[in-house]
């Protein structure tokens, strides 16, 4: 199996940007990526005057999928997250929802070994390994990987784990696809800015699904279904989302809009992912039973 080393790596998504690495579709690739500090702190004790503040979320890539194009769907399946045996914390001032609270700037290293994280005080924290920045070229202009938006980037989901799928619109010949900036935990929210940030490798399978558009992108587990909506506030996350949703029972089920939105009321759950980037991201899921009887595809 290939691996694309960590020092193939950018700061934005863009259309324009070459490629690291050209794989067909089905290809199964290893990423190896840096923390989201690129490994600049690596003990408590670091000198935090001397971080470039520019070299945030780098992401591993990008790669080239050589079957998709602008209007096809490109499925992204979570093989297996692996991580380095420490993770880092911070907060400070202007960073999180306190940000006005906070004062210097603090470092926290946390030892992870055997699916625990030891956050002192005599905390044990289970581990969530999951990837916070994932995603594919917009089609318009670049985007910071510290921005989520449609094109995926820094959506901070701790749903983004082994075992899940995603499902992005391809805007760009290639897709141009990237990674980075895992965890090993976060809770939904990450409200100081930072959940046990990691280094590590994911490793992850590609598949185009051809003339498949998508608004935005869809996260789908075991058990669950929905979408990843980010936006300028809660409310308008939330709306994109529902709308989202409901549009697409209306169209692909029986049911009408005003029984699609009744539906999403009683079965849907909106989840918060992020509310400290420069647009917030939540998900709104569904039970795959609760979908069964109207046999919809998704995407």
């Known amino acids: 199996m290939e691996t694309l080393a960590k020092e193939n790596m950018f700061y934005h998504f863009s259309k324009d940007r070459e490629a690291a690495v050209t794989v067909p579709s089905g290809t199964t690739l290893t990423l190896e990526t840096y923390d989201c500090f690129e490994n600049q702190v690596t003990e408590e004790g670091d000198n935090y005057g001397e971080i470039d503040w520019d070299r945030i979320n780098p992401a ?3 790669v080239y999928i050589e079957e998709a194009e602008p209007g096809d769907c490109l499925k ?3 093989d297996k997250i692996e991580l380095a045996d420490y993770g880092m914390m911070a907060v400070g001032k202007g960073l999180g929802v306190m940000k006005e609270e906070m004062e210097d700037l603090i470092f926290k290293k946390i030892p992870l070994r055997q699916n625990k994280g030891d956050f002192g005080y005599g905390i044990s924290l289970d581990l969530n390994p999951m990837i916070g920045v994932i995603g ?4 318009g202009e670049p985007v910071s990987n510290g921005t989520p938006g449609d094109h995926g980037g820094n959506m901070d989901n701790k749903k983004i784990e082994e075992g899940a799928v995603l499902y992005f619109p391809v805007s760009a010949p290639g897709a141009l696809f990237g990674l980075g900036d895992m965890h ?3 809770g939904d929210g990450e409200v100081g800015v930072t959940g046990i940030e990691a280094a590590g490798r994911a490793t992850v399978t590609f598949e185009v699904i051809k003339n498949k558009k998508l608004s935005m992108p869809l996260l789908e587990n075991e058990s669950e279904i929905g979408v990843i909506s980010s936006a300028p506030t809660l ?13 697409l029972l209306a169209r692909e089920s029986d049911m009408d809009k005003n029984n699609a939105v009744m539906f999403l009321s009683a079965a849907g759950q909106v989840e918060v992912c992020q509310v400290v980037d420069p647009l917030v991201t939540v998900r709104m899921m569904l039970q ?3 979908l069964e009887p109207l046999n919809i595809s998704f995407p």
């Open 235 to 247: 409310e308008q996350g939330i709306h994109r989302a529902t709308s989202f949703l409901a549009g």
């Open 184 to 186: 090993a935990a976060m």
């Open 76 to 78: 992204v399946t979570i």
């Open 60 to 62: 591993t890539g990008p």
């Open 288 to 290: 795959k039973k609760d």
């Open 136 to 139: 594919v070229a917009p089609g």
